[in-house]
Every structure is written in structure tokens, then in C-alpha cells.
């Protein structure tokens, strides 16, 4: 179970199998006879044609990590736009049919070039939506001031937008009876003129109702529910319904459509007939649970932000305190050098500026690349190596996959820290600092083993009880922090579980 769950959260090809699958099913009822064979037939076929697709979405996370932004971008063009447009345009070909025969022999089509063109074109669009779906789930989620927009529609605008293609769609499957499509394409596109006008006539009739909900949503549940109760709020349905049934029964009486295509009960009986009662009553009843877990959802979101907000506040205030601390600790050793005279102190100040220009401006992102934090630590241990003037033996083994990963900033350098205040500066004798780093899919392992000889006189300081902070907040239950000590070393490792 566990493995399914992790499959639906972190791979999208399943939704475009869902979509073939759709495909297929309706082409199956158009079928004669219907069987699991033909179903699977249908199922196979398009899942062999759209191979490129589907091979694409399952290892979109590789291809996007190996390939530049701009190369990506290219494939993902030609799979999704050119694949899919070349295969509508193959229908017009011989072979093209005739393949698609051997398939669809069962489905009924007057004309097997529009037929096919048609199927084709289904499919198509049905796929390239699963992608603008998923798409705009990135896009909604990406915290960038371009996408605000996006997050500020709110619910009223999307039940409108949602209305307004259900109208299109409504009309789409009255067209298609009307026009026999797909056998006749032709007429069909003749027609788009019309379509269009009376899908939107269509989302008048929907824009009257939506009204009915409305005065339930924001009037009847927000305030007579809540401040007086079951009986008031059932007396001021009655009454809504009652006092409005008959007004909105004669404006989609008034529409033209209505009256051309006869697809409301108006057009049979009186407005004051007791079924254009019933339509808004049986609504705004249906509605209530939808509104209820609608705003039920709305406080719990709000109490997440709150607690969201209060972590960043939190993670915030933990890295302003990394960044004195590191900064500290390395002017003091500045300081020493400077009495000293040590002819390192150039080269020490100029590495303390990249260090500092680090810090100040890539410590306060939210996510850095591994390369630039793998870079960051090796400039400050050659920092410290400069400083002590003593025999270090060093070694830093990384067995990374993939180093444009994106990783907390000054995420390791604690440890680092930790190692030279607490093991090697105060050591008399030789000194040891191995470090390893490994990044493999999801797993991120980092281990600091350093020389150790016995308790320091400085005080632990607030370093590991940050980084502790820190984890919790950025990796909760998805991190381990070991941390063992003998009288000779001190081993440090952390294992993180990204997402």
C-alpha cells in the first residue's frame, strides 16, 4: 500500500494511462459486440502508439536533471506538441487507417478518414490536458509573485470558469448527436459559430441557477445557519426558492437556445409549473455538503498557514544566528593572524569575503545546489587549514549522483564547525578530518569523523542545537542526526529523506 500511495504522489504516468483508458472505454461502447478483448485491444494499440509519452512522463525527473533547462524545454515540445500533432496529421495517410482499422472495425464510422482524424484527435488533446493539469499543479505550487494570480482566482471565479466549460462541454455532446460527429467533420466545423453561441447561452441558464447557490452559500448557510439554527435556515430555502423559482424559470424561457434546441423543461410547461421549483431546491440541498466541507477545509488551510508561517519565522531566526556565529569565530582567528603578522593574512581575508558573500547572499535562499554547498565547505576548511598552521590529515569522499540537487543552505558546515572547535584546534597531537557525502535518489547521507581528545573547556555553544532546530523544521520524521563519541574521535552523521 505503501508503495502505491508513493507511486500516485510521485509519478504522472498513471494519469495519462487514466486518459487512454477513457479513450478507450468510449470507444469500446461504440463498439459491437463489446468484450475484454476489444477493450484491451483499443487499451494496447494506443499505448504502443503514445510510447514516446508515456516513456517521457515516467522518467521526466532524469531527463530533466541531466538535460539543460533549455534542451528540456525542446523535448518536451516535440514529445508533446510535435508527436501528438504528427500523429492527427498521420490519419490522413493510408497505412495510418488502415492500421487504425484493424482496431476500431468495430466502431461505427461512416467516413474512416474523419473517423480516424477524430479518434486521433481525442486522444491528443486528452493527453496534452493531463499535462496542462499537471503543469499548472507545478505552477500553482512554485512560490514566485508570476503565479499569484493563479492562487488569488479563488472558489467563486473557479466555479464560473468550471460552469463555463461545462457549458461548452454540454453542447460538444449535443453537437455531436446532432452532427453525427465524428463521422461528419465538416459539418461540425461549419457549425462552430453557432456552438459557440449557444455554449455561452447555455452557461446563462447555469449563471441563473448559480445564483440559487449563491444566496445559500454566502446568505442562508454564513449567517441564518450559523447565528439561528436548522429551522430558520429550512425556512429561508422555502422561502428562496418560493419567491425566485418562477423569475428564474422566465429569463431561460426568454433565451433563444432554449426554445431552438428544447433542452429545458420550460419550453413544455408554464414557469410557475412545480418542476423549475425543484431544480434549484434539489441544488441548493446538494450544495450544502459542498459548502460545509468547503469551509471546513478554508479553516484548516488557514491553521496550516499559520503554522507554516510560524516554522519560516522560526527557520529565519535560527539562520541569522548561524551567520554571527560562523562570522565570529572566524574573525577572531583573523585577529590572531593579524598580530602574527602571518603572511596568509591576505589570502585568509580574501577567502573570508567569499565565505561572507556566501553566507549574506546564498544563506538566506531557501535552496542551493549541492555543488555550491560541496564548494562552500571545501573553501572553509582550506580557510582553517591556512589558519592553524598544523598538519591536517583531510579527506572528503562524495559519492554524489547528481549535483545540481537542491539542498538548506549552511546546512553541513555545523558539523564542520563543530569538528575543528571541539576536535582539532584544541589537539596536540595529529589531527584527523574525514568527511563523507552521498546522494543517491532520495537519500542524502553526510558524516563528519573527527580526532578527538577528550572534553573541550569551551562551552557546546548553540551550533548542534541549531542544526537540531533546523531539521525539524525543514525534514520532520525524515531525518536521523547520530552523533558518537570516544576518547579518541567524534563521529557525526546525518541521513536526510527528501522528498
Given amino acids: 500500500m505503501k508503495a502505491i500511495r508513493q507511486f500516485l504522489l510521485n509519478e504522472t504516468i498513471w494519469m495519462f494511462l487514466a486518459a487512454i483508458m477513457l479513450i478507450s472505454m468510449l470507444l469500446l461502447v461504440e463498439s459491437v459486440p463489446q468484450s475484454w478483448s476489444r477493450y ?6 494506443f499505448i504502443l502508439l503514445y510510447a514516446p509519452l508515456l516513456l517521457f512522463s515516467l522518467y521526466r525527473k532524469k531527463l530533466k536533471s541531466r538535460f539543460h533547462p533549455r534542451s528540456f524545454r525542446v523535448l518536451w515540445l516535440l514529445i508533446f506538441v510535435g508527436y501528438t500533432a504528427l500523429l492527427v496529421i498521420m490519419t490522413q495517410f493510408s497505412f495510418m487507417q488502415q492500421a487504425m482499422a484493424l482496431f476500431t472495425e468495430h466502431v461505427a464510422m461512416r467516413n474512416i478518414s474523419d473517423g480516424t482524424m477524430a479518434i486521433m484527435a481525442s486522444m491528443s488533446l486528452s493527453l496534452f490536458f493531463v499535462e496542462a493539469v499537471i503543469q499548472s499543479h507545478h505552477l500553482f505550487f512554485r512560490k514566485n509573485k508570476a503565479t499569484d494570480w493563479f492562487k488569488k482566482i479563488g472558489l467563486e471565479k473557479t466555479i464560473l470558469l468550471l460552469m463555463l466549460a461545462f457549458s461548452f462541454l454540454i453542447i460538444s455532446i449535443d453537437y455531436t448527436e446532432r452532427y453525427d460527429f465524428p463521422r461528419n467533420f465538416a459539418d461540425f466545423i461549419s457549425a462552430s459559430l453557432p456552438y459557440i453561441s449557444h455554449s455561452l447561452q447555455f452557461f446563462l441558464i447555469l449563471l441563473i441557477y448559480y445564483g440559487f447557490y449563491w444566496i ?8 441564518v445557519l450559523k447565528q439561528k439554527g436548522v429551522l430558520y435556515y429550512g425556512f429561508g430555502l422555502m422561502g428562496t426558492v418560493l419567491l425566485l423559482y418562477p423569475v428564474a424559470a422566465q429569463l431561460i424561457a426568454w433565451i433563444p437556445m432554449v426554445q431552438q434546441l428544447r433542452i429545458h423543461p420550460v419550453v413544455q410547461s408554464s414557469v410557475f409549473d412545480g418542476i423549475h421549483a425543484s431544480i434549484p431546491l ?16 478554508k479553516q484548516r488551510s488557514e491553521i496550516a498557514a499559520l503554522d507554516k508561517e510560524k516554522s ?3 527557520l529565519s531566526l535560527l539562520k541569522q544566528q548561524i551567520n554571527p556565529h560562523f562570522f565570529f569565530n572566524t574573525l577572531n582567528n583573523l585577529y590572531a593572524l593579524s598580530i602574527k603578522k602571518d603572511e596568509s593574512t591576505p589570502e585568509v581575508i580574501l577567502r573570508l569575503s567569499e565565505l561572507m558573500r556566501y553566507v549574506i547572499y546564498r544563506g538566506k535562499e531557501q535552496e542551493v545546489k549541492l555543488s555550491e554547498e560541496i564548494k562552500y565547505l571545501q573553501d572553509y576548511i582550506h580557510l582553517q587549514q591556512i589558519r592553524l598552521h598544523k598538519q591536517l590529515d583531510f579527506q572528503f569522499e562524495q559519492e554524489v549522483e547528481d549535483e545540481r540537487l537542491l539542498v538548506p543552505p549552511l546546512l553541513f558546515i555545523i558539523l564542520v564547525e563543530n569538528a575543528f572547535k571541539h576536535g582539532i584546534e584544541p589537539a596536540e597531537n595529529e589531527s584527523f578530518l574525514h568527511l563523507y557525502l552521498k546522494s543517491q535518489g532520495k537519500q542524502m547521507v553526510f558524516c563528519c569523523l573527527n580526532s578527538y581528545e577528550g572534553p573541550s573547556s569551551d562551552s557546546p555553544g548553540i551550533g548542534l542545537d541549531n542544526l537540531r532546530k533546523r531539521l525539524n523544521l525543514l525534514y520532520p520524521k525524515r531525518h536521523q542526526l547520530h552523533l558518537e563519541q570516544n576518547d579518541f574521535t567524534f563521529k557525526a552523521t546525518l541521513e536526510i529523506q527528501l522528498l
Fill in 40 to 45: 484491451l485491444s483499443f487499451l494496447s494499440f
Fill in 216 to 223: 445559500n452559500h454566502y446568505i442562508l448557510i454564513n449567517h
Fill in 282 to 297: 434539489i441544488g441548493m440541498i446538494l450544495s450544502i455538503p459542498f459548502i460545509l466541507t468547503f469551509q471546513w477545509f
Fill in 312 to 314: 519560516e519565522t522560526e
